[in-house]
């Protein structure tokens, strides 16, 4: 059987043989036919793996669309979370993780920390309120030179499941532009669509806020699996428990615009500030893939180690301010669980630290003083 | 008939036609997908950097096993515009890996392959720089994508209409004609 692409040596005068006339007869318009449909399949694979046969999906770009819809454009500032301090520190081991996990974080010893507190929500410039969600991440640079990044809030399980869930939640929040304030009807619609999150949000207010950022017990929500040196795999949730005694949240927002920030300045003056890194560890039958559901309140805890905040600073550029801290962001030894927020946290992280990124900067709301 | 280029150069070639194809697709799925983000990026990563390894090893082996003339019918022009449009196919595998890692570098994010195994920066942290290579590793991916079709279909061309043997001399042929 010949082959289709090698036929038989009766060759064409050489002079016609590259003649691209040839296209023109019946052989080369059947060739050409199967060329272009080659191409033209290609390209449509290539955009439909990209999405762009299906623009109203939900991805990345849309929910950061969201974001950006709901908070308005701030240039050179996080699409959440947008107001924030850089924070440095180190994390002491005490060893005791190191039997679920192999990650070089947990052996005893001491790693240097930087990371950043910040309030949940996009408007850089917004006042401090008691009742704000607080944030902490954190990054951990290891000695082999791996990174651990984590990024926790001061509320006991996420208002959300998933990112479709976080969409719709914006989209519901987003201001009218004719009354300038969110539509009450498009927020009830939204929990009656989802009862994970009437369910969750009972739960975030059941939850005392306390009265900064010090006193404040910072949760990484979403499940994560410990590896250890055998390969047994650990489903847990962690969480940085504050040292400082818990007092509850003024009941009205003082003078200062930024009084939580100013407050942890002032705190930090006296000395460190100190959290133990506390890890919940989880049984088979809780769920890795849920956010919105607490685990347990029986489930064993191991104290990690302490994590101690001895400064804060401006965000600047090359501190903080330029760091993605990606929850997925992990050493050998921590793996992510199949909960679909991490999933979608990484991908909008990127797009919203891709944006700021390449934006003009200008200063952040709060400069703590020098020498904080 | 042109002679074929050497087994080993056909199986670097087709080996790295289907990583780079799927590369492209990897690398354009995972950046309209919540879901499948997170493992697609981490297949991304290493996949990207063993193509810069087999790249070297390819542009190695070029040296050792030179590829075959082409037909010398074949128009000057036409001749020209394969070598320069292969020595940009070459560029753009060296490119896409090494501005892939840079711009992980100039953001200052962890460069994970597998496991606790990481590359160290070729760059330090730069925002700015970064907000500049993000997008050209997407310009630089687009235009790999277009250059590749191009050359698909040339390659296409030459067995279905020129049948020079071209296309033959990084396929299989039959015994005897070679
Ligand atoms: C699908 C759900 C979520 C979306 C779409 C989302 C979105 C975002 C975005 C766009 C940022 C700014 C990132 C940057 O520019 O660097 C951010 C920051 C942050 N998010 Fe989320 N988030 C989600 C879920 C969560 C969850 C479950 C937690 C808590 C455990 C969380 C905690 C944080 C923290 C702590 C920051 C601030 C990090 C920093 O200070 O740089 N987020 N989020
Ligand atoms: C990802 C995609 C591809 C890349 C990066 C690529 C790259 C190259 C390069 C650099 C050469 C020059 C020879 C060498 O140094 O190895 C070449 C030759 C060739 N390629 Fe590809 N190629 C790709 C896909 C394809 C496809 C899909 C086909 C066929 C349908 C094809 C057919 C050929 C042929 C026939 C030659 C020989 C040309 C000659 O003799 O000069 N290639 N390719
Ligand atoms: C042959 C090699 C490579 C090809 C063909 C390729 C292709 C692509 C493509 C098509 C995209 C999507 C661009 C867009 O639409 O915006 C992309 C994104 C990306 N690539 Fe590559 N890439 C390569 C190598 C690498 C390497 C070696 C790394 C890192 C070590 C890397 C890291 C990334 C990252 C981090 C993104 C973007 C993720 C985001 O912004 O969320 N790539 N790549």
Redesign the pocket.
């Known amino acids: 059987m010949p082959s289709p692409f090698e036929p038989p040596p009766i060759d064409p005068p050489p002079s016609g043989r590259y003649d691209l006339r040839v296209l023109l007869t019946r052989r080369g318009m059947a060739a050409g036919a199967v060329i272009g449909g080659v191409v033209v399949a290609m390209v449509a694979g290539f955009a439909w793996a990209g999405g762009f046969l299906t623009p109203g999906r939900l991805d990345q770009t849309r929910l950061i669309a969201g974001f950006e819809a709901a908070n308005g454009a701030h240039p050179g500032f996080r699409r959440n979370h947008a107001k924030g301090v850089c924070l440095s520190g180190w994390f002491d081991s005490n060893g005791a993780a190191a039997a679920l996990s192999k990650a070089q974080v947990f052996r005893p010893g001491r790693v240097a920390v930087f990371g950043r507190f910040a309030l949940a929500g996009g408007m850089p410039r917004t006042a401090d309120k008691p009742a704000t969600v607080r944030s902490m991440a954190l990054n951990f640079t290891l000695p082999d030179g791996e990174i651990w990044r984590s990024g926790m809030n001061d509320i006991p399980v996420f208002p959300v499941r998933d990112a479709r869930g976080f969409y719709e939640q914006l989209v519901a929040a987003t201001p009218d532009p004719k009354t300038g304030k969110p539509d009450p009807a498009a927020l009830q619609a939204f929990l009656k669509r989802h009862p994970e999150s009437v369910k969750a949000t009972a739960l975030i207010k059941a939850a005392p806020f306390s009265s900064g950022f010090a006193d404040a017990r910072y949760n990484g929500l979403d499940a994560f699996f410990f590896v250890n040196k055998a390969g047994v795999k650990t489903p847990v949730r962690w969480a940085m428990v504050p040292v400082d005694a818990f007092a509850p949240a003024a009941k009205t927002a003082p003078e200062d615009k930024n009084f939580l920030f100013a407050a942890l300045t002032k705190r930090l003056a006296a000395g460190p500030a100190q959290w133990h890194l506390i890890i919940t560890v989880g049984k088979p039958g809780d769920p890795t893939n849920d956010a919105t559901l607490p685990w347990p309140a029986d489930r064993q805890t191991i104290d990690a180690g302490v994590l101690t905040v001895a400064a804060v600073e401006a965000e600047a550029a090359g501190n903080c301010r330029d760091t993605n801290f990606d929850p997925t962001m992990l050493p050998a030894g921590i793996q992510p669980s199949d909960d679909p927020l991490l999933s979608a946290r990484s991908a909008a992280y990127s797009v919203s630290f891709t944006r700021r990124a390449g934006e003009p900067k200008t200063p952040s709301a709060y400069q703590p003083p020098h020498g904080a | 008939m042109?002679p074929s280029?050497s087994p080993l150069?056909r199986l670097?070639?087709w080996l790295?036609?289907v990583l780079?194809?799927a590369m492209l697709v990897i690398g354009i799925a995972m950046v309209s997908s919540l879901g499948h983000y997170r493992g697609l990026v981490a297949i991304h990563r290493p996949l990207g950097i063993l193509i810069l390894i087999l790249a070297a090893i390819?542009l190695i082996n070029?040296q050792f096993n030179p590829?075959?003339a082409?037909p010398r019918a074949m128009p000057k022009l036409l001749q020209a515009a394969?070598q320069a449009s292969?020595w940009v196919?070459?560029g753009l595998?060296f490119a896409l890996p090494l501005v892939g890692w840079a711009m992980l570098s100039a953001a200052g994010n962890p460069i994970v392959l597998a496991g606790a195994w990481h590359l160290p920066p070729i760059l330090a942290q730069n925002v700015a720089l970064y907000a500049v290579l993000r997008p050209a590793h997407t310009v630089l991916a687009f235009c790999f994508f277009a250059v590749?079709l191009t050359?698909?279909a040339a390659?296409?061309l030459?067995a279905l209409i020129f049948r020079d043997g071209?296309?033959a001399?990084?396929?299989v042929r039959r015994s005897h004609s070679s």
């Open positions: 042109t280029f150069s670097l070639h790295m036609a780079i194809l390819r070029r590829p075959p082409l394969a292969h196919l070459y595998m590749i050359h698909l390659a296409l030459h071209v296309f001399s990084m396929t």
